[in-house]
Every structure is written in structure tokens, then in C-alpha cells.
């Protein structure tokens, strides 16, 4: 969503936040609760859906449209509604009914934490980047992810999340590839259902987002996604079904773009016959911020509620009602769901109880995440881990000295203290600033290499730089590359000349490692110079740690890649972002969508041919394939078995190197010639913990969900009979298994 007008963060250190937030309790705690409601529709023991009913039948009209609309938004000047200061500095208010015990909607963002902390007087852990944690490819980790959110949400007093982010790396380029879980639908929809279930299960709204094909940023309020209605059923919409059976989120948040002509939300298709209609989903659908363009066509289409203001389903939508441009029963169907997601989340039933939130808990769940997040893409000679041997180590550029870089816009955390590296003299938060934690990987390495001399350069002088790596055992150069909603990026290569740094470092330096900190793929051209390449992402409040236990081996990496890395851009379907034409506007000054130039658009030609079946498809070898990562140790794969009648497969994975690690196992599938889509398809995965020298047999039951395509004369999914092959490996390009079987 977009807050282009914020106020500068005032944000604490960890203790003041923590004081404060002790007081807040105690000032905001009532001194006496009032009598709770009774009435049939707050008998837990009964269904959501039924006590949405009941509760339903007692609502006037008036406050059935309370219901359906925002109330501005806090810290935003232009969007201050009347009641804006009931909502607890957070993106939302949806207000409830008081006098039938229904409590507002209370929401805030929390993409990869809670946001607005600092500016609120309080203290939020910031996870790894959600792209970040996909590379985990560990459902464990994603539920983890989920209830810490879930219950940091809580501890400030919010009842819903504005996060789960799902759009598929259609375009590496967009701004918001960190906020979501990759190129996969399997793999993203997966890790985001796992993480919405155990967020929704702390008793908050669970959401889930940017529904559908948000896929860039450029011209995001106007872009028509041009797409076959199969392309979009076994891709971007299939991520979004997926994530929804498995989490069972009791929103959706509908995009800002349309899709195939009308807006996303007031889509017929999408969300009346896709999402109510073939997937029964129960919950409510909600704009983005200023993403409602009408009243009767939305209403119709499937549109429950308008944010943050009531331009559209506030006064309007009454008289809508009133004149019966609306139906009653269209009306009922709106509030119906909105009460349905608040029972089948809880916060009916286990109102919100502000607390100080667990710091030490917080971060030591951020460091295992990160652990398990950051990918090994080159190690050259063995030139990590860092052992005694290595006594000076130059540490070089990104910042490493003081911190390390977050994602902006909507998503952006405050870190304690304020932005570690002053932008334009500032350490507060702003829209778009580019914020730096206080997580020092220089500060961590020291602490665990205590015996070596680490020293740090800017890397403004390459040649500096060079001098300094060239003095030094080992050379660690950081690339940053920062990305935020409200922007795409221009190319793939890192900013401000780090590539010219790197490659003068390794020059000078035979063991130069680069770690990355990245929203999404970079290219390379120092590649071949380099003895390692790390990717740590965009690492959260703990980031420093899990990098350095990484890089001294005291964690063996198991990040496999969640998106391929192109060698160029000119090997993406699309090479460049079309930029608006003159006169086209793509801005939203207001609650209200003005954007203007329909003519804008962008036809994803490519259809099911997304990331990795790109690739295959059109034969271009990538940087680094999808799935791939390297490890300390070694796995061999042996003894392949399917079972047709099962839909599983079988087969042996060996640890047949000298440490302990876990194994992403890797399960691709191919369909019948006659479904006419060659490429293969991830279709499971398993993480294998394995000491040296062990052997498991491992067994992955084949998802049904991408074992079929959709039929759009029939509209709907069936099985192609005939030969299916299997494939099993490291990666989707190292699969030394392979088999057939017949399904019918």
C-alpha cells in the first residue's frame, strides 16, 4: 500500500522501547472491564459462519456499513478520518459493534514484522525478508515466522496483518520481490499457507495479498496484466489457492492493477467466480490502500471492504442500498464475511491485551530463520569457512562496519536506535529511505574470530579498498542492493559501481568473498574472479549473527535458491519494464485511485513459463538455477522408486562429506506430451538432516495441485493421462534421479 506523506520515525533504542511500552500497559490498562455481551452468536462452541449469521440478524443498517469501509490511517495527513485516532498508529480501522460485542478490525502492516514501532513508542523484531525466508524452503521455519508476527501484533494491540505477500518472480525488477516468497507456486504457496496459519492461530486476522498479478510496480494504480485464463490458474492464481488451503486466511487483499481490463478489485472473474465461486473462500476481500474504483460494480464483483477511507462503500454504498442498485442481500453477504473473520480468528473471543513483547525471544527466532535463509552460491577452493587459519580479514563496503540493509516502503521495520547510516543527515525512518539495522557483521566476526585482526574499509577509494584487501588473508567485499514498494529496479547489476569495487578487490585478493544483501537476483560479472559468493538477503534484526556463524562454519548453509538469477536481462521474457507513455499518471494522492492512462499494460506472453520453466523452456542457461545452493558437505542420491498409485516417490540421499547438514531434496515433475507443457514443475521437497556418512530413505508424495492443468472451455483443473516423468536432485538443473510412471 502506498504512505507517501509519513512523519519521521521517532524511533527508541531497545530499552526505551521497552519501558515505554511497560507503561503503556499499565496507562491503557481499563479499570473495569464492562459486562460482557450475551447473545447466541458469542457461543464459541458454535461455527464462525453460524454466529456470522446470528450476529448478523441484529445489525442496523447503519452499522452493516460501518462495517465495509476504512477510517483513515495513522500518520498519513491526507488520509485522517474522524475516528483515525482509534487505531492504535497502525494502516486500518474497520470499527465493530460495541453493543453487540463484536470489536474493531484494528490492522497494521507486518510484512516481515510489525511496522510503525518507532513511530508508535514501541519495539518490533524484524524477520529476514519473506523472499529471504523462502530460500529456507522449511515449512517449520514459515509457521515460526508466522506466529511471531502473529503474536508481536497482538503485543501492540492489533487484530489483523496486512502481510502475506504471494505474487509470484514474473518480473525480478519489482520492488516487492522481498515481500514475497518467489517464482514457484508450489514453494510460495506452501511457505505463505504455513506462515498465515500459525499468524491467524495468535488470534489475528490472517491476509493474504496482493491478489492477483501485481507483479510490478511501475504503473501499479493503471497497468493492465494481460493474461491467458490457463496461465493465470497454474500460476499466480494457484500460489494464492495453495497458500489459501493450507492457512486459511480470513482476508484477501485485492491489487492495485487490473487484470484483463477491469480493476482487481472489481473483477468478476478473479473474485467472484474464482475466489467465492471455485475455491469457496469464506472470509472477506479488502482493497489496497485506495485500491476501490466504484460501488455498485465492486460490490457485484466481490469487493467486502473499502480502505482506508469510505469514498466508495461508505454514504454512497447506503443510498446504493436504499435506491436497490444494491442488493440487501449483496450487503448482508459483505458483512457476513467481515463477522465470519472475526470469530474464526478469535479476536471475538480473545480480545487484545497489550504487552511488552519477548526482545531475546524475538531475535534468536530472527538469527535461526537467517541461518536457514542464506544461500551458498560459490565457494571457490574451500575458501569458506573461515578457519584458524585465516589470521587478517579486510572486510569492505555495504556498511558491513555498523549495520546492514532492510527493504522499504509499506514492509519497513524500525529498527532500534533509528537508521544506523544518517540519510541526508537523518536517522529517522521515512518513506523510501534506504534503512540500515544496527546489526554489524564487522562487530560479529570480531566477536567470534576473537584471535584475527578485522579490519573494515568503505570502499568510496577502490583503491583503498584494493590495499587493504590485498594485505589481507581473506577479502569480504558486501554488495548491497536496496528495493522498496512504490519503485522497480532499472537492471539487475548493483548500484552505485560495486561492481568495479569488487572486481579491483578481487584483483588484488584471490580469496575475495562477496556477500550479498539483496530483495531479489543480481547479475555477476566478477563472477568468475571471486573464490565465494554469499547471499544473505535482506538479513532482519539478527542478520549479523546468523551471517557470521554462517561464514566461521558454526552453521552449515542449506538455502536453496527460491528464484532463478539470470545471467543478463536480456534473458528475462521481458528485458525492460515498459516505462507510461507521456501523460499517463500513476499516482494516488487521496484514498481514492486517481491514476489515469488505461492504456498502459503488459502481456504475460510467457504464460505458464515462469522463472525456472523459462529457462528450460527457451533454452537459456541462468546465472543460478532455481533450488540451488551449495553446502560445507556433500549428498549423493541413489535408489529412485515411484508409486503410482500413491503419486510418491522413494529414494535414498547420502551425506558423503565430513560435517553435519541438511539437504534440500528436490522432487520435479513432468507431464503427458499431450498436456502440451514440456518443461518440468517442482511437485515436493524435503529437508533431510543428515551427519557424515548417513544415508535416508526419503518419501515425497507428488502435489496434486501441479499435476494437472486447467481446462478454460470446461473452467476447471483435470489430470492428463498418460506418462509422467520424476525427477530428483539438489537442484532444477542437478537431478541425477529420473523415472516415469502411468497416471490416469
Known amino acids: 500500500m502506498p504512505h507517501s506523506a509519513l512523519k519521521s520515525s521517532v524511533v527508541l533504542t531497545t530499552a526505551a522501547a521497552l519501558a515505554l511500552a511497560a507503561?503503556?500497559?499499565?496507562?491503557?490498562?481499563?479499570?473495569?472491564?464492562?459486562?460482557?455481551?450475551?447473545?447466541?452468536?458469542?457461543?464459541?462452541?458454535?461455527?464462525?459462519?453460524?454466529?456470522?449469521?446470528?450476529?448478523?440478524?441484529?445489525?442496523?443498517?447503519?452499522?452493516?456499513?460501518?462495517?465495509?469501509?476504512?477510517?483513515?490511517?495513522?500518520?498519513?495527513?491526507?488520509?485522517?478520518?474522524?475516528?483515525?485516532?482509534?487505531?492504535?498508529?497502525?494502516?486500518?480501522?474497520?470499527?465493530?459493534?460495541?453493543?453487540?460485542?463484536?470489536?474493531?478490525?484494528?490492522?497494521?502492516?507486518?510484512?516481515?514484522?510489525?511496522?510503525?514501532?518507532?513511530?508508535n513508542g514501541r519495539y518490533s523484531t524484524a524477520l529476514p525478508s519473506n523472499f529471504a525466508s523462502a530460500n529456507s524452503w522449511d515449512t517449520n521455519s514459515a509457521c515460526e515466522y508466522g506466529k511471531l508476527i502473529g503474536t508481536e501484533l497482538r503485543n501492540q494491540g492489533f487484530t489483523m496483518t496486512l502481510g502475506g505477500g504471494v505474487n509470484l518472480t514474473r518480473e525480478p525488477r519489482n520492488g516487492r520481490t522481498f515481500e514475497y516468497m518467489g517464482e514457484d507456486p508450489l514453494l510460495a504457496g506452501t511457505l505463505v499457507g504455513n506462515r498465515i496459519k500459525c499468524e491467524q492461530a495468535q488470534h489475528v486476522i490472517g491476509d493474504i495479498?496482493?491478489?492477483?498479478?501485481?507483479?510490478?510496480?511501475?504503473?501499479?494504480?493503471?497497468?493492465?496484466?494481460?493474461?491467458?485464463?490457463?496461465?493465470?490458474?497454474?500460476?499466480?492464481?494457484?500460489?494464492?489457492?495453495?497458500?489459501?488451503?493450507?492457512?486459511?486466511?480470513a482476508a484477501v487483499m485485492c491489487s492495485y492493477n487490473r487484470i484483463n481490463g477491469d480493476y482487481a478489485c472489481e473483477n468478476t472473474y478473479t473474485l467472484h467466480d474464482v475466489l467465492k465461486g471455485q475455491w469457496q473462500f469464506p472470509g472477506f476481500v479488502l482493497s489496497d490502500w485506495g485500491g476501490t474504483h466504484s460501488t455498485a460494480k465492486a460490490s457485484a464483483a466481490g469487493l467486502d471492504n473499502e480502505q482506508p477511507l469510505d469514498t466508495y462503500y461508505g454514504d454512497v454504498l447506503k443510498t446504493a442500498v436504499e435506491q436497490h442498485k444494491v442488493p440487501m442481500s449483496d450487503l448482508d453477504d459483505h458483512v457476513r464475511r467481515m463477522l465470519y473473520g472475526e470469530f474464526?480468528?478469535?479476536?471475538?473471543?480473545?480480545?487484545?491485551?497489550?504487552?511488552?513483547p519477548d526482545v531475546e525471544a524475538g531475535l534468536e527466532t530472527a538469527r535461526h530463520?537467517?541461518?536457514?535463509?542464506?544461500?551458498?552460491?560459490?565457494?571457490?577452493?574451500?575458501?569458506?569457512?573461515?578457519?584458524?587459519?585465516?589470521?587478517?580479514?579486510?572486510?569492505?563496503?555495504?556498511?558491513?562496519?555498523?549495520?546492514?540493509?532492510?527493504?522499504g516502503g509499506s514492509a519497513q521495520v524500525d529498527p532500534p536506535g533509528g537508521?544506523?547510516?544518517?540519510?541526508?543527515?537523518?536517522?529517522?525512518?521515512?518513506?523510501?529511505?534506504h534503512v540500515y539495522f544496527p546489526t554489524s557483521p564487522l562487530k560479529a566476526l570480531q566477536a567470534k574470530m576473537p584471535g584475527a585482526r578485522i579490519t573494515y574499509t568503505s570502499?568510496?577509494?577502490?583503491?583503498?579498498?584494493?590495499?587493504?584487501?590485498?594485505?589481507?588473508?581473506?577479502?569480504?567485499?558486501?554488495?548491497?542492493?536496496?528495493?522498496?514498494?512504490?519503485?522497480?529496479?532499472?537492471?539487475?547489476?548493483?548500484?552505485?559501481?560495486?561492481?568495479?569495487?569488487?572486481?579491483?578487490?578481487?584483483?588484488?585478493?584471490k580469496n575475495t568473498v562477496v556477500v550479498l544483501e539483496t530483495g531479489t537476483a543480481v547479475t555477476m560479472p566478477w563472477l568468475p574472479k571471486v573464490a565465494g559468493v554469499v547471499e544473505a538477503w535482506y538479513a532482519g534484526s539478527a542478520g549479523h549473527h546468523a551471517l557470521a556463524n554462517v561464514l566461521t562454519g558454526e552453521v552449515n548453509p542449506t538455502g536453496k535458491l527460491a528464484m532463478t538469477f539470470p545471467a543478463s536481462e536480456a534473458d528475462l521474457p521481458h528485458p525492460t519494464i515498459a516505462h507510461l507513455a507521456p501523460g499517463m499518471q500513476d499516482t494516488s494522492s487521496s484514498g481514492v485511485n486517481t491514476g489515469t492512462g488505461?492504456?498502459?499494460?503488459?502481456?504475460?506472453d510467457e504464460g505458464l513459463k515462469v522463472g525456472y520453466k523459462w529457462y528450460e523452456s527457451e533454452h537459456k542457461q541462468p546465472l543460478f538455477p532455481f533450488g540451488f545452493g551449495l553446502s560445507y558437505t556433500t549428498y549423493a542420491y541413489s535408489g529412485l522408486k515411484t508409486d503410482a498409485s500413491a503419486k510418491s516417490v522413494t529414494f535414498s540421499v547420502k551425506n558423503t562429506g565430513k560435517r553435519a547438514g541438511t539437504e534440500v531434496a528436490e522432487v520435479y515433475a513432468t507431464l503427458p506430451d499431450a498436456a502440451g507443457e514440456p518443461f518440468q514443475r517442482l511437485a515436493g521437497w524435503q529437508r533431510v538432516d543428515l551427519q557424515p556418512g548417513e544415508s535416508k530413505t526419503v518419501t515425497v508424495m507428488l502435489a496434486p495441485d501441479v499435476l494437472q492443468v486447467f481446462d478454460e472451455g470446461a473452467e476447471r483443473f483435470h489430470m492428463v493421462p498418460g506418462t509422467y516423468g520424476v525427477r530428483v536432485g539438489g537442484s532444477s538443473a542437478d537431478e541425477p534421479l529420473k523415472a516415469t510412471m502411468e497416471l490416469q
Open 598 to 604: 488505461t492504456g498502459y499494460s503488459v502481456s504475460y
Open 369 to 407: 530463520m537467517e541461518e536457514k535463509s542464506i544461500v551458498l552460491l560459490k565457494n571457490e577452493h574451500a575458501v569458506l569457512p573461515l578457519g584458524p587459519k585465516v589470521r587478517t580479514i579486510a572486510l569492505i563496503g555495504g556498511h558491513a562496519d555498523v549495520g546492514m540493509i532492510s527493504g
Open 344 to 356: 474464526v480468528s478469535g479476536i471475538v473471543d480473545h480480545p487484545t491485551q497489550k504487552s511488552v
Open 23 to 119: 507503561v503503556s500497559v499499565s496507562a491503557q490498562r481499563p479499570h473495569a472491564r464492562p459486562e460482557p455481551v450475551k447473545g447466541p452468536w458469542m457461543d464459541a462452541s458454535l461455527p464462525p459462519d453460524q454466529r456470522a449469521d446470528l450476529a448478523l440478524k441484529q445489525m442496523t443498517l447503519d452499522e452493516k456499513i460501518a462495517m465495509l469501509h476504512g477510517n483513515g490511517m495513522a500518520h498519513v495527513q491526507e488520509w485522517e478520518m474522524p475516528l483515525t485516532y482509534q487505531m492504535n498508529g497502525g494502516a486500518g480501522l474497520v470499527v465493530g459493534v460495541p453493543r453487540l460485542g463484536i470489536p474493531p478490525i484494528v490492522m497494521s502492516d507486518a510484512a516481515y514484522g510489525v511496522r510503525s514501532s518507532g513511530d
Open 209 to 249: 495479498k496482493h491478489y492477483a498479478v501485481n507483479d510490478q510496480e511501475t504503473g501499479r494504480n493503471i497497468v493492465d496484466a494481460r493474461i491467458s485464463r490457463r496461465a493465470l490458474q497454474e500460476t499466480d492464481l494457484l500460489a494464492f489457492h495453495i497458500g489459501i488451503n493450507i492457512g486459511h486466511p
Open 459 to 509: 570502499g568510496d577509494d577502490p583503491a583503498a579498498a584494493a590495499a587493504a584487501a590485498r594485505g589481507a588473508d581473506v577479502a569480504i567485499v558486501f554488495g548491497t542492493q536496496w528495493t522498496s514498494e512504490g519503485m522497480d529496479l532499472s537492471s539487475l547489476s548493483l548500484p552505485d559501481n560495486q561492481d568495479a569495487l569488487i572486481e579491483q578487490v578481487a584483483s588484488a585478493n
Open 419 to 433: 537508521n544506523t547510516v544518517a540519510v541526508n543527515g537523518r536517522k529517522g525512518g521515512f518513506w523510501q529511505a
